[in-house]
């Protein structure tokens, strides 16, 4: 599909490929009214006159939108059975010559309404994007996505078709980015720009490289396609970050030849959809210009969960409690740390009472991982090849685990929450200020350490090909990056207080071996157990 390029300050050339277009020429005759970059000024620093509003075509009345209804040509005049037709050229070029011609037969127009949007077909859709991103698979190991197949498929989102909006016009068909970017950036606040792959229709499953829009309700609004596709997935892109990227590259459209740095690194921070490290689980998560993830629809503005949703929950909140027999009522809040493949699960599971947690018999177990097992949506996109699955539902699953933790704390018992312990040092703090008002008696974390990025990211390779390629890859980069945060926030929740009591555990050992503990820190002081090790742990984080 060609993208049109910017070309500042003539006008627009179309480009497929590589190569311009032999129109370039033709788009760069003098046109009337600003260049498409005049505004860019009003773009980036909002600098219209009141009344005004900023686009890449530069100021224009307010009243000028994407909706607004314009005068339809008057093409044709009709005197008595015949119609006269009023052509802008005749066969010998000249202008304004009218001549009669024969009315073709009429052909009926497509319906433009959405096609069944089933579950089947969107997973027709994922598993034929899967099978070109496994052709270059391991071809780039140091980048993050080894093509914008790969990119989509784990930070895509799937998108129902919704109905096109009155007044709401398609633009020039074969033109999906520009289309778009125009709807997305003249109506920020009703739209997001979404881009990624869709299926023209059930009969033919072959992944086309597209760009649409979705409203408030995530629903898809195609302003290209006139007949709606039968499958949407794609990432969405805020609308201050498309504009960026056009006035940078001259391109419209993200996903691109041009934009080989983002299969490298990964998309910018300020691109809209961008990706932390979930403080529940450790997982990595988006967070898109709104909430399209399971909390967003099913969490009411009052603070309530939807009816339908109150039966799972209460599956959830049972499994946290499915092992507890002997119940501990001391109100100690239990919370694990450690970041990418440092082995939380050895402390937890393996070594409760060596490394100072209770068993699992005694106190439940707030884990958003084992939350996202009994939410629906997370079955389904694992059969989608959806990598961000995980994702899709953390908001959730997090939210879950916190209530957990309350309700616990709130009865006296004592609770076993498992995080990764890699957010703000400061917020950290807060959290656990937070849970001792809830009636938390003493708050106790242990932190697991591989001691070393190696022995870290060999287990997260094994743990990704034993989820058989439904689990989100993680580069080395994104581990490291963990682990640093993690050693960074274990050193100031030390110096800070923020915890009662404070281990630090190394798991580098041989596996199945019981964990060794290197460092403890209470009442601000910290005391060094092992130091080789603790410099070992000290060094992933500079």
């Known amino acids: 599909m060609s993208r049109f390029v910017l070309d500042d300050p003539a006008g627009i050339i179309v480009e497929k490929g590589d190569e311009e277009s032999p129109l370039k020429d033709e788009f760069k005759k003098p046109k009337v009214g600003p260049s498409p ?6 773009l980036v620093q909002g600098t219209c006159e009141p009344g005004q509003r900023a686009d890449l075509t530069g100021c224009t009345p ?72 496994d052709l270059t698979q391991g071809n780039r190991p140091d980048w993050k996505h080894s093509s914008f197949e790969s990119m ?27 289309n778009a970017f125009n709807l997305a950036t003249r109506n920020p606040k009703e739209y997001t720009y979404v881009e990624g792959y869709a299926l023209i229709s059930k009969e033919i499953p072959l992944p086309i490289a597209h760009a649409w829009v979705v409203n408030k309700s995530g629903e898809v609004v195609d302003n290209t396609w006139k007949t709606p596709g039968a499958a949407y997935l794609g990432i969405p892109f805020s609308d201050k970050f498309i504009v960026q990227h056009a006035l940078k590259t001259r391109v419209y459209g993200i996903l691109g030849h041009r934009s080989v740095e983002y299969l490298k690194n990964g998309l910018p921070k300020n691109s809209g959809d961008i990706t932390t490290a979930d403080e529940g689980s450790g997982e990595p998560v988006q967070t898109p210009p709104f ?23 209460g599956k959830v909140f049972k499994s946290f409690r499915e092992k507890v027999t002997n119940q501990e009522t001391k109100g100690v809040l239990y919370m694990t740390g450690g970041g990418f493949g440092s082995g939380k699960s050895t ?17 439940a177990v707030a884990d958003p991982d084992a939350a996202k097992q009994f939410l629906p949506e997370m079955a389904e996109r694992v059969e989608l090849y959806d990598k961000g699955a995980a994702s899709y539902v953390h908001e959730e699953s997090s939210l879950l685990a916190k209530q957990a933790v309350s309700e616990e704390l709130t009865k006296g018992n004592s609770v076993i929450y498992d995080t990764s312990g890699d957010s703000d040092p400061n917020k950290l703090h807060g959290k656990t200020q937070g849970y001792r008002k809830e ?31 439904v689990r989100r890859e993680l580069s080395r980069v994104q581990v490291e990056t963990n682990h640093r945060e993690v050693t960074r926030c ?16 190394s798991t580098a050992g041989e596996f199945g071996s019981p964990p060794k503990k290197i460092a403890e820190a209470k009442d601000g002081e910290t005391t060094i157990l092992d130091e080789e090790a603790f410099k070992m742990f000290v060094k992933m984080g500079e």
């Open 37 to 42: 970059f005049v505004g860019r000024k009003a």
């Open 152 to 178: 989509v498929l784990e930070d895509g989102r799937r998108y129902p078709v919704g109905k096109i909006p009155k007044g709401v016009k398609h633009g020039e068909q074969g033109q999906c980015y520009m």
């Open 347 to 363: 402390l937890l599971d393996m070594f409760p009472e060596h490394v100072g947690f209770p068993t699992k018999d005694k106190a």
């Open 291 to 313: 909430s399209t993830g399971t909390m967003g629809k099913y969490l009411r503005k009052d603070g309530t969960w939807a009816p339908e949703r109150l039966p799972i929950h």
């Open 62 to 133: 307010a009243s000028r939108t994407s909706g607004a209804k314009r005068p339809k040509k008057q093409d044709a005049r009709r005197t008595g059975d015949s119609e006269t037709r009023i052509s802008s050229t005749s066969s010998h070029g000249r202008i304004g010559e009218g001549r009669k011609k024969p009315v073709p037969p009429k052909i009926p127009p497509r319906v433009s309404k959405p096609q069944g949007m089933s579950f089947e077909t969107h997973k027709v859709l994922a598993s034929n994007l899967k099978m070109v991103a």
């Open 490 to 505: 274990w050193l100031a929740s030390a110096k800070n207080k923020t915890f009662d009591e404070l281990g630090l555990w």
């Open 439 to 469: 009636g938390a008696t003493k708050v106790v974390s242990h932190y697991a350490t591989p001691l070393s990025f190696d022995e870290a990211m060999r287990r997260v390779k094994a743990r990704e090909a034993k989820a058989k390629g």
